[in-house]
T-cell receptor, first 113, second 115 residues
Framework: QKEVEQNSGPLSVPEGAIASLNCTYS??????FFWYRQYSGKSPELIMF????GDKEDGRFTAQLNKASQYVSLLIRDSQPSDSATYLC?????????????FGTGTKLQVIP | DGGITQSPKYLFRKEGQNVTLSCEQN?????MYWYRQDPGQGLRLIYY???????QKGDIAEGYSVSREKKESFPLTVTSAQKNPTAFYLC??????????????FGQGTRLTVV
């Protein structure tokens, strides 16, 4: 069983719409959750992090966390063609001195002009 | 400027050769990671290290080796035992403990091609 799961997509949305990206994780003890954006051929860049249940908003981006359901999501409002990229969910797992960051396989987002 | 530096950006290897990818960080991070990414795929963890002189295998460690002699450096050797090494390799680092915004920072990657 994969530790961090994402739908690989592609997810296609029209420009101006809301894009919803989802991620589930298996380690119930995980404390920190991250969303990265990766353009083709480039390294991932951090968009948001969240560690408390509920919503966290930053500009057009909203991260949502539900630890009981082991579910984290990213909403992108007013989607732009420049948002077209692969979005990676990452979870910090483990405890004590052996924590590691585990990534999902990513969801490819296509914003159609 | 603080950050993570990977070198080289492009690397070509002949079959049967070992090659070493460099990763250096000046962020004073304890944890460092190596990931492999194949075209159209996600990141797969090769090795990670939480402290100097200690490291753990990730999901796809076979055919790879690492060392962590200094906090700033975490080189990855791709050995001849790795049968399909052509991929994009990413090094990352993060704060090991404490604080909640313990995100991983990435280098620019090394693209390895077997010729």
């Amino acid at each position: 069983q994969k530790e961090v799961e994402q739908n690989s997509g592609p997810l296609s949305v029209p420009e101006g719409a809301i894009a919803s990206l989802n991620c589930t994780y298996s380690d119930r003890g995980s404390q920190s959750f991250f969303w990265y954006r990766q353009y083709s051929g480039k390294s991932p860049e951090l968009i948001m992090f969240i560690y408390s249940n509920g919503d966290k908003e930053d500009g057009r981006f909203t991260a949502q966390l539900n630890k009981a359901s082991q579910y984290v999501s990213l909403l992108i409002r007013d989607s732009q063609p420049s948002d077209s990229a692969t979005y990676l969910c990452a979870v910090k797992e483990g405890s004590g001195g052996y924590q590691k960051v585990t990534f999902g396989t990513g969801t490819k987002l296509q914003v159609i002009p | 400027d603080g950050g993570i530096t990977q070198s080289p950006k492009y690397l070509f290897r002949k079959e049967g050769q070992n090659v070493t990818l460099s990763c250096e960080q000046n962020l004073n991070h304890d944890a460092m990671y190596w990931y492999r990414q194949d075209p159209g795929q996600g990141l797969r963890l090769i090795y990670y290290s939480q402290i100097v002189n200690d490291f753990q295998k990730g999901d796809i460690a076979e055919g790879y080796s690492v060392s962590r002699e200094k906090k700033e450096s975490f080189p990855l050797t791709v050995t001849s035992a790795q049968k399909n090494p052509t991929a994009f390799y990413l090094c990352a680092s993060s704060i090991r403990t404490g604080g909640m915004n313990t995100e991983a920072f990435f280098g620019q990657g090394t693209r390895l091609t077997v010729v």
